[in-house]
C-alpha cells in the first residue's frame, strides 16, 4: 500500500474516534430497531403467508410517506447541520420551526390519503396467481393493519424533528436511548397482542399495529422530554416554540434546496413501491419472499445507513465552518470506509443467507426464495454502499436539484421501467427479475464515481445567512 494510498482512504486514529462515536450509537439505534423489525416480521410471519404478504404490503405503503417526509425534513437538516458548524444556534431554531410546519402539512396529507385510498392502493399488491394465496384473507388483514398504522404517524414525524436536531449538533445518544426503549416495548406488546398472550386478547395483525404505534408514542414523549429539559446541551431548543417564526430568507433558502430532496424521496419511495408491485405480479408468495428478503437485508444494511449519516453530519459540519479542503479529505475516507465495511457485511450476509429464512413459518418455496434474493442483496451491498456514499456527499454541499437527477430520476427511467417491462411483458420469475433490476444499478455506479471526481458539492450555504 502506497504512502498516497494511505494519506487519501486511510484515515488516522482521530478520524476513526470520531467516526466510531458519532456512528457507533446510531448502528447501536439503527442495529436494534432492525433486529426487533426481524423479530416482529418473524411473528407476524407466524400468522401465515397471507399475513406476512399483508403487513408487507401495507409498509411498503407508508414507506413513502416515511420517506416523503424524510426528504422534506432534509432541506432543513443540511442547513441544520451546516448552522451548528458555525455555531449559529438562532439559525437551528429556525430550521427546529421550519421541521415542524412541514411535518404537520405533510403528515394530515399523508394521514387523508390513506384512510381515502387505502384499500386501492392495496389491492394494487394483490395479483391472482398459481401459489394458491388467499387474497380476500389478505386484503382484509392489510387494510385492519393500515387503519391503526396511520395513528402512528404524528408521532413519527415529531421524533424526526426532533432527533434530527440532536444528531445534526453530534448528540445521537438520546435518540438512541429513546429508541430503544421504544423498540423494547413494541417487542413486549408485539408478542403480547398478536398471539395473546399476558391475559391480552389475541389481535394478530392488529396486535402488531398497536404495539408499533404505542412504542412510536413512547419514543416520542422520552425524547422530547429530555431536548427540552436539557437546553444546557441543546441551547438550540430554548424557547425554539415560543413562535413559529422562520426568517424568509431562510425559508426560501430551505425551499430551495429541500423541494428537489422532498421530490427525490417521495419519486424514490414510490418507485420502489411500484418495483415491488412488479415482483407482486408473481403472487403472494412473492410477496412474502421480497418482504422477508428486504426485513433481513435492512437488518445488515445498517452500516451503510449510518455511512450516510456520517457524511451528512461531519461533511457538513466541516462546510459550514468553511474548510472545504477539510471537507472533500473526509469525504473520500468516509466513502473507503463504507465501501469496505459494507464489502464485510455482505460476505457474512452470504454466508447465512441460507439460514436465516428457516426462522419464519411459511411455505418451504418461500423459504428458498427468500434465500436465493438475499444471496443477490449480499453481492449488491458494496455497490450500494458507494451509490449512498455519492448520494450523501452531493447532498451534503445542497447540490439538492443533481441529487434528484442521480437518485429519483435515474430510478423512474432505469430500474423502474425494467421491472415494469420484466413484469408485464415476460413471463420471467421473481429471482431473474430482482437479479436484473438490481444489477442494472452498474449504470448508477459509474455516474456516481464520475461525479464525485469533481467538486461541485463542496458548497458552504450558511455564511452570512441569519
Not at 80 to 100: V, W
Not at 219 to 245: M, N, Q
Amino acid at each position: 500500500m502506497t504512502e498516497s494510498f494511505r494519506e487519501k482512504f486511510i484515515g488516522n486514529r482521530a478520524f476513526y474516534r470520531r467516526l466510531m462515536i458519532l456512528v457507533a450509537p446510531i448502528i447501536v439505534q439503527q442495529g436494534i430497531t432492525s433486529f426487533v423489525n426481524l423479530l416482529d416480521n418473524v411473528m407476524v410471519g407466524g400468522l401465515g403467508t397471507e399475513s406476512i404478504s399483508a403487513v408487507a404490503i401495507v409498509n411498503q405503503i407508508l414507506m413513502v410517506f416515511n420517506l416523503a417526509l424524510f426528504g422534506g425534513l432534509s432541506g432543513a437538516s443540511i442547513f441544520g447541520a451546516q448552522f451548528f458548524g458555525k455555531g449559529d444556534y438562532e439559525g437551528m431554531k429556525s430550521t427546529f420551526r421550519f421541521r415542524l410546519i412541514l411535518g404537520i402539512v405533510l403528515t394530515a396529507a399523508a394521514i387523508l390519503v390513506c384512510l381515502s385510498f387505502g384499500e386501492y392502493f392495496i389491492s394494487g399488491f394483490l395479483s391472482e396467481s398459481a401459489d394458491g394465496g388467499d387474497l380476500v384473507l389478505a386484503m382484509e388483514r392489510a387494510g385492519s393493519y393500515m387503519a391503526i398504522m396511520v395513528f402512528g404517524m404524528v408521532p413519527f414525524m415529531l421524533v424526526q424533528c426532533i432527533t434530527g436536531m440532536l444528531r445534526e449538533s453530534g448528540e445521537t445518544f438520546v435518540p438512541m436511548v429513546a429508541s430503544i426503549s421504544a423498540i423494547f416495548i413494541n417487542l413486549v406488546l408485539n408478542y403480547a397482542l398478536i398471539f395473546g398472550h399476558f391475559g391480552l386478547p389475541r389481535l394478530e395483525v392488529r396486535g402488531a399495529a398497536i404495539a408499533t404505534v404505542t412504542a412510536r408514542i413512547a419514543e416520542f414523549l422520552i425524547v422530547s422530554v429530555w431536548a427540552f429539559t436539557h437546553t444546557d446541551r441543546c441551547p438550540f431548543f430554548k424557547g425554539a416554540l415560543r413562535s413559529l417564526y422562520v426568517p424568509g430568507k431562510l425559508t426560501k433558502s430551505i425551499i430551495k434546496v429541500g423541494f428537489p430532496l422532498f421530490v427525490n424521496e417521495f419519486l424514490w419511495s414510490l418507485g420502489m413501491t411500484v418495483i415491488n408491485q412488479c415482483y407482486s405480479t408473481r403472487g403472494l408468495s412473492s410477496v412474502a419472499a421480497v418482504n422477508i428478503t428486504m426485513t433481513i437485508s435492512n437488518l445488515f444494511a445498517i452500516v451503510m445507513m449510518s455511512s450516510g449519516s456520517a457524511i451528512s453530519i461531519m461533511v457538513g459540519q466541516a462546510l459550514g465552518s468553511g474548510d472545504k479542503k477539510a471537507a472533500r479529505d473526509l469525504d473520500t475516507k468516509l466513502i473507503f470506509t463504507a465501501f469496505v465495511a459494507n464489502t464485510i457485511v455482505a460476505a457474512v450476509l452470504f454466508a447465512f443467507s441460507g439460514a436465516i429464512p428457516k426462522l419464519y413459518n411459511v411455505d418451504d418455496a418461500v423459504r428458498h426464495l427468500a434465500s436465493s434474493l438475499l444471496r443477490l442483496e449480499a453481492l449488491y451491498f458494496p455497490m450500494g454502499a458507494v451509490i449512498n456514499a455519492v448520494y450523501f456527499t452531493i447532498r451534503s454541499g445542497g447540490k439538492t436539484f443533481i441529487t434528484f437527477l442521480f437518485d429519483s430520476f435515474y430510478t423512474w427511467v432505469v430500474p423502474v421501467s425494467l421491472a415494469y417491462c420484466l413484469a408485464h411483458f415476460t413471463d420471467l420469475g421473481v429471482f431473474t427479475m430482482f437479479l436484473m433490476v438490481r444489477g442494472i444499478d452498474i449504470i448508477k455506479l459509474v455516474i456516481g464515481l464520475v461525479m464525485l471526481k469533481r467538486d461541485f458539492w463542496l458548497n458552504d450555504m450558511v455564511h452570512d445567512m441569519n
